[in-house]
């Protein structure tokens, strides 16, 4: 589930694109998303994570929160990079079976 997650986000970014979050097609599993090296301002990440959230109950018929206190409330950003991101949602997903 994993590697699919890691796919959705880099293709769910891929769609979105330059116009709307400012990200080329050159993403990466170890793409840094937010932060000091990010590729992505905070409106292109909220931007993302609406978008990811919305291809997940698409996908796996079920809500996944990525945007809750929980996530905010972590010492590591689950935002940090596309992986760092795919692995909170499937934690999310995974949660909620």
């Known amino acids: 589930m994993y590697q699919e997650l890691v796919d959705l986000v ?11 979050i400012g990200v080329a ?15 992505l301002d905070s409106m292109g990440l909220v931007t993302l994570i609406i978008a990811v959230e919305q291809e997940i109950e698409d996908k796996y018929g079920r809500p ?7 996530a905010m409330s972590q010492a590591r950003s689950p935002y940090r990079s596309v ?3 795919a692995a909170f949602a499937q934690q999310e997903i995974e949660s909620g079976e």
């Open 10 to 20: 880099i293709e769910t970014a891929r769609e979105l694109g330059e116009d709307e």
């Open 25 to 39: 097609d050159d993403l990466a599993e170890d793409t840094i998303l937010f932060g000091k090296e990010g590729v």
């Open 64 to 70: 996944a929160g990525l945007a809750d206190e929980k």
């Open 83 to 85: 992986a760092t991101l």
